[in-house]
């Protein structure tokens, strides 16, 4: 027997549009005769006028906050609804936001092509082949990390101060050489196409709907974030507190990074483990917990840096700091373990099947260590790293301090 629910019996009474700049005159039969049929139309100021002529019901543009819209559209369930949203409602669109309320067998979606589609048609690039970054709204920083020499870029931006911001930062971070493309208000009768050197950068008069295609290359001394883990300690600000790039590397292997999950990173310093975990890939979480407030000051700068701004710095001592925050999948211990409570603490708070790993330098924080490995288990490892530097007119090898890591698995 097959179960009726409540959702079944209203059917799908909500229709989500995507409207390009051609309006009317992009959209099939289906989406005009849903927008004319429709009790309620929503959508931007914009999206309202592109659609005026089929608008027969009610129109309402976005309020502020827009989660006071998201309750109208849900009040309404029952009725005939649209929604009209910029190109495809499910790429960084309001369709993801309806969803997280509103039920998919509740919902049609007509989707339009999407800002980075028409822009990749329009530059005759292979948008599998291209990297895509929304910058609508969120920190310019996060497109830091894509910026690899010979990569093509398709980057969508808030406003018309978005292209001249853009041009800057690749110019600060030694990517002044790179094409810059400035697509406005595709598919509209206002597009316009303009190409420049970023270094260069002075188009004027730009339409706020745009979007940025970037021909990325590099100077000499370009900011280069290479995919591997273990980056460059000079591209860190820190003040001696850092985990150097060889243990760095053997320490980011060990927390085994999975897409989407949440690290603590207990003593932060200048932030190099979170950091690198968060650059993994754009769907991870990190918290740096660090009880200097010079340092928690520091976390911030180099993750603005590092194109990863989302990384939270949390200022405080653990355990105490601890309380409150979200469950962990991973957690690196990496100053302050030794502290009373602290290395109990995060065992309790780690999720079943998370792991915890956690690097001595000193004697006292390497007993913890070896007490914790001898009651709970896990793996011990002893890193000796020793670089070649100059002993009088000849080269010899000077040894840092060794590492102990205790990695660990909780049980299920």
Known sequence: MVETTSSDKIGRWLTIIGIGEDGLAGLGDEAKRAISSAAVVFGGTRHIALAKAAIIGK???????????VEDVVRLRGRPVVVLASGDPFLFGVGVTLARRIGLEEMRVIPAPSAFSLAASRMGWALQDTITVSLHGRPLDLIRPHLQPGV???ALTSDEKGPETLA????ETGFGASRLIVLEALGGERE?????EASAFAISGIDPLNVCAI????????????????LDDALFEHDGQLTKREVRALTLSALAPRRGELLWDI?????????????????????AIEASAERAARI????????????????????????????????????GGSEDGVMDATVAALRSGGRLVANAVTTEMEAVLLAHQSKLGGTLTRIDIARASPVGSMTGWKPAMPVTQWSWVKPL
Not at 59 to 69: Q, V
Not at 192 to 196: A, E, N
Request: charged content about 20%.
């Open 59 to 69: 129109s309402r543009s976005w309020l502020s906050p827009f989660e006071r819209s």
């Open 152 to 154: 093509r870029v398709i």
């Open 168 to 171: 800057q930062l690749l110019t």
């Open 192 to 196: 316009r196409v303009t190409s420049v």
């Open 215 to 230: 021909e990325v290359q590099a100077d000499k001394d370009a900011r280069v974030l290479t995919l591997a883990s273990g």
């Open 267 to 287: 003593g932060g310093g200048s932030g190099s483990i979170s950091i690198e975990w968060m650059l993994c890939d754009p769907a991870m979480h990190a918290i």
């Open 300 to 335: 911030a700068r180099n993750a603005v840096r590092f194109g990863v701004p989302y990384l939270r710095v949390v200022e405080g001592t653990a355990p105490e700091a601890l309380a409150g925050l979200p469950v962990p999948d991973a957690i690196f211990i990496g100053g």
